[in-house]
Every structure is written in structure tokens, then in C-alpha cells.
């Protein structure tokens, strides 16, 4: 067996062996009373995870992207209008999706490193109506997170469908569908839920299901959630076989975090976030992302001069820890490195000291323990 190294790329994020155990599980039917048990049970903790009293979860096989079009091919139909609020990469990649299904649609950008703010949001409103907003909650490649709460608070008046991308901030950065009045999370099982990768994972509002009711159909076959629908509220149900090993171990990841206790978890990806930046900050790193956007999920990282990128990379990775490059216009000048899902303050230390010996055997002088020290005063001040 190859020795394991802690996986801190933004998703997937690390899988505890509970949940590995799940998803070891012996393959059993889909229509078994394991499975209809264990589906129901991710159904209803997931509604829980999005705040969502009364909304549909869906917890389809697939990924993040299979879920950014069920969202959009749900709740936008011919004749409608969407906006999309991009920051980045996965921003652009809702856009495409509009145009791949020949939507109409405007984009509102802003720069990379940060988000829309509500005023330009607002101000966009008042120019034209539209039937749907999406917006990224945090988008990977900038580890910017958008003022969704604020949003909500702009939309409220206008009657658009909000829907969100939580793909990199659900079940780690709080999503309140019923208070915020949005009506599609998307998601995916493995970032801050911290679970195998191979989930397309969706909470719509009774106002997206109605929407969903009154489009004609859906120009997709698998993506129409109606054919969903049955299944998730009977999984004797048969539509699409579902990937049971999968959903057992989602199931399983469920329960962690509701054990964990949602705004406990939370608390905790805000603190290892700041932990985090107070050890890369102390060696000399800095970050991409606007201060006034910082996601707690993770870091899009800056070196110090002279480090470079893959050397870097290859270093950490040899003392155990796997980060990511740049994607997009970064890429070479920064490293990514993922910090949710159910990752420990042990894990935390470890890949500070990782970082700090990689710059030793890079031949920068650092006094030993520098990072440690650091992220010591974060975790230890709380
Ligand atoms: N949205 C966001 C914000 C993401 O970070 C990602 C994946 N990095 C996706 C969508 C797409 O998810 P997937 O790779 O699972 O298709």
C-alpha cells in the first residue's frame, strides 16, 4: 500500500474511514431496505444542511457540474431570462451551460479574487427582469465567496428564482435557504461534506419545484428532476440505478455532521481557515483572494518570490501533502490549497509543518517552528 499523504486540494477533500467503511459496504440492491433507509435518512439531514423545512432534496449519481444543470435546465425554461453572477471559472462554466441549452442569459462579472457585490447586483435589477439569478457561493479557482445572504436580501423584491452553486461551501459555510429565500443549493458529496466524490446533491424550494411544474419539459432526459422526484420520496422506485455505495456512504457523512452540529462545523472551517493563513502568513506566503471575500474553505496562496510553483509542489508533496496549481490566469503563481469537509486541527498543524520544511529543503532560512507558532495562536486562542 502506497503511503497515504493528506489530500488538501479544494475537493476532494479527505474521507474519514467511517465513511469509508460505508462506502465498503457489500453492494447490496437498490430497492433494499438498506438503501431506501439510508437514502431517506442523507434526504432528510441534507435539508437540514441547507436549512430547508419543506424544499425537495435530490442525491443523484454524478458530480458538481451534473448538478449546475439540473439546477439551471429545472428552473430556467424557453421564453426566460437568467443572470449569472460569475467571480470565476465555475461562474463561467453556469454561463456555458446557458448557452450549451441556448438560454438567454446576461452575465454580471466581476474581477477575479472577488465577488459581485449586492450593490451591482441591485443595480443590474433595475435595468432588466430576470426569471432566474445563479451565483457561485465560492468559487475554487479564486477563493472569493459571494455575500449570498446579501443577495437574498436584493433579490427579494424582484420574484427571480435564486439559485446557488454550493459545490465548494455546502455543509461548510452556512447556505439558509428558508431565511435567505433561495430556492436551488446545488452541490456535490466531495467538499465540505466530506464525502467520495460521485454525487450530484440538490435542495429546491416548493417555488423551484412549482417552476419545475409549470415548464412544458426539461431538454434533457436523466437532468429532469420530476423523473427524480419519485425515487427520492420512495427509493423502491425505479428510474436510473442508483450508485448505492455511494449514497450509503453519503448517508454516513450525513450523520457525522449533524453529530458535529451544523453551526459548530462552521465555527470550525472558520478557524482552521484563519489557522491556516496565520501559518503561510508567517512564512512568507501571501493570498489572491480580496481580504473582504475570503472563503473559509479554502486558500488560493501566492510564494513567496522566488518559489517556484511546481518545485514547490512536488517538495510538499514528498512531505505528505497534496495541494493544487492555479487554474485559469494564476496558474504558476499560486497554489491551492482546500481546507474542509471533516479535516482535523492535527491535519492542520501537519500541513504547516509541511509547508515550512518544504521551504528548508528549498533552501529558505526559516526559524524553525515559525508556522507552528503561528497557527498554535489561532487554535489555542479559541
Ligand atoms: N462549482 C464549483 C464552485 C466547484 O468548485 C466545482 C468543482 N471544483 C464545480 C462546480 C464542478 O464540480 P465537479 O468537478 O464535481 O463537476
Not at 457540474?65 to 461562474?91: C, H, I, K
Not at 449514497?247 to 478557524?271: K, Q
Amino acid at each position: 500500500m502506497p503511503e497515504e499523504k493528506l489530500l488538501l486540494i479544494p475537493g476532494p477533500s479527505p474521507v474519514v474511514p467511517r465513511i469509508l467503511d460505508a462506502l465498503a459496504l457489500p453492494t447490496v440492491s437498490h430497492v433494499s431496505p438498506e438503501m431506501v433507509h439510508d437514502l431517506k435518512e442523507a434526504c432528510e439531514n441534507l435539508k437540514k444542511i441547507v436549512f430547508c423545512a419543506a424544499g425537495e432534496p435530490f442525491v443523484i449519481a454524478g458530480a458538481g457540474t451534473l448538478a449546475m444543470e439540473m439546477a439551471v435546465l429545472n428552473t430556467a425554461g424557453r421564453g426566460d431570462r437568467v443572470l449569472v453572477l460569475s467571480q470565476g471559472y465555475f461562474g463561467d462554466r453556469l454561463a456555458q451551460i446557458c448557452r450549451a441549452f441556448g438560454l438567454e442569459h446576461d452575465v454580471l462579472e466581476c474581477e477575479w479574487g472577488r465577488a459581485v457585490t449586492p450593490g451591482e447586483l441591485d443595480r443590474r435589477l433595475k435595468d432588466r427582469n430576470y426569471n432566474v439569478v445563479v451565483c457561485t457561493h465560492v468559487d475554487t479557482a479564486t477563493g472569493a465567496c459571494a455575500p449570498v445572504a446579501e443577495y437574498s436580501q436584493v433579490l427579494e423584491k424582484t420574484g427571480s428564482l435564486f439559485v446557488v452553486d454550493g459545490v465548494c461551501a455546502t455543509g461548510g459555510i452556512p447556505e439558509r435557504m428558508d431565511a435567505w429565500g433561495i430556492d436551488v443549493v446545488l452541490t456535490a458529496a466531495q467538499k465540505c461534506l466530506g464525502t467520495p466524490p460521485g454525487l450530484s446533491i440538490l435542495v429546491l424550494s416548493e417555488l423551484a419545484m412549482e417552476k419545475r411544474r409549470s415548464l412544458a419539459s426539461v431538454p434533457a432526459f436523466y437532468s429532469d428532476l420530476l423523473r427524480w422526484l419519485p425515487v427520492m420520496h420512495d427509493p423502491t422506485k425505479y428510474f436510473s440505478t442508483p450508485c448505492v455505495n455511494e449514497v450509503r456512504a453519503f448517508a454516513e457523512g450525513t450523520r457525522l455532521i449533524m453529530e458535529e452540529g451544523l453551526e459548530e462545523r462552521f465555527e470550525r472551517h472558520d478557524l482552521y481557515a484563519e489557522a491556516i493563513r496565520a501559518g503561510l502568513a508567517a512564512l512568507g506566503f501571501g493570498f489572491f483572494t480580496d481580504p473582504d471575500f475570503l472563503a473559509s474553505t479554502l486558500s488560493v496562496v501566492r510564494y513567496p518570490d522566488g518559489i517556484d510553483d511546481r518545485a514547490f509542489r512536488a517538495g510538499l508533496g514528498a512531505n505528505g501533502v497534496v495541494v493544487a496549481g492555479g487554474l485559469g490566469p494564476t496558474a504558476g503563481g499560486v497554489f491551492r490549497m482546500g481546507h474542509m469537509g471533516n479535516l482535523t486541527s492535527a491535519q492542520v498543524r501537519f500541513a504547516v509543518d509541511a509547508v515550512e520544511k518544504t521551504l528548508a529543503t528549498m533552501g529558505r532560512k526559516v526559524a524553525p517552528g515559525t508556522g507552528r507558532q503561528a497557527v498554535d495562536g489561532i487554535l489555542k486562542a479559541r
